[in-house]
C-alpha cells in the first residue's frame, strides 16, 4: 500500500480493495487508494474531503460509502460517497449519532452501521443508513 496506516477500514468492489483513511504518527488521513490483485498494483484516488479514521465503509449500487470515524474534532457523523466510475466524493446525508470504529453491513438498499463508539461511550446500537 502507498500509505502506510492504521485505523483504516477498505471495500471490495468489482474484484478491486479500495482502502479509505487511516492515523499514523499523530495524523488523521485524508488518503484513498484501490489495489488492483489481478495486477497486483495500487493506485492513489482523489482524496477524502475529510481526514479520518475508525470509518466504516459499504458498497451500494455501484458508489462506496465512508461512514462515521474519528478526526481531530472528535467522533464524526459524516457520511461520504465515493463514485469509482467517475472518481469524485460527494456528501451524504449524516449519521444520526457521531460514530467511530463500528461495521457495517448491506441488506437490500439498505446500509446498517452496528455498535461502535463516540468518547467514552461504547454502543450497542444499530444505525440504519438509506441512501
Same mark, same amino acid.
Given at each position: 500500500?502507498?500509505?502506510?496506516?492504521?485505523?483504516?477500514?477498505?471495500?471490495?468492489?468489482?474484484?478491486?480493495? #479500495? !482502502?479509505? +483513511? *487511516?492515523?499514523? =504518527?499523530?495524523? &488523521?488521513?485524508?488518503?484513498?487508494?484501490? /489495489?488492483? $490483485? %489481478?495486477?497486483? @498494483?495500487?493506485?492513489?484516488?482523489?482524496?477524502?474531503?475529510?481526514?479520518?479514521?475508525?470509518?466504516?465503509?459499504?458498497?451500494?449500487?455501484?458508489?462506496? #460509502? !465512508?461512514? +462515521? *470515524?474519528?478526526? =481531530?474534532?472528535? &467522533?464524526?457523523?459524516?457520511?461520504?460517497? /465515493?463514485? $469509482? %466510475?467517475?472518481? @469524485?466524493?460527494?456528501?451524504?446525508?449524516?449519521?444520526?449519532?457521531?460514530?467511530?470504529?463500528?461495521?457495517?453491513?448491506?441488506?437490500?438498499?439498505?446500509? #446498517? !452501521?452496528?455498535? *461502535?463508539?463516540? =468518547?467514552?461511550?461504547?454502543?450497542?446500537?444499530?444505525?440504519? /443508513?438509506? $441512501?
Amino acid at each position: 500500500m502507498p500509505t502506510s496506516r492504521e485505523y483504516v477500514n477498505s471495500v471490495n468492489y468489482n474484484d478491486k480493495f #479500495y !482502502v479509505f +483513511g *487511516g492515523y499514523i =504518527s499523530g495524523r &488523521y488521513l485524508d488518503s484513498s487508494e484501490v /489495489y488492483d $490483485p %489481478k495486477k497486483d @498494483k495500487w493506485e492513489k484516488l482523489p482524496s477524502m474531503p475529510t481526514s479520518r479514521c475508525g470509518i466504516v465503509c459499504a458498497e451500494l449500487d455501484g458508489r462506496i #460509502y !465512508v461512514i +462515521g *470515524g474519528e478526526s =481531530s474534532l472528535g &467522533y464524526l457523523r459524516t457520511v461520504e460517497i /465515493y463514485n $469509482p %466510475k467517475t472518481k @469524485k466524493w460527494t456528501t451524504g446525508e449524516p449519521l444520526l449519532i457521531p460514530t467511530g470504529y463500528a461495521t457495517c453491513e448491506v441488506v437490500g438498499n439498505k446500509i #446498517y !452501521v452496528i455498535d *461502535g463508539r463516540n =468518547s467514552n461511550t461504547t454502543y450497542n446500537t444499530v444505525q440504519i /443508513y438509506q $441512501p
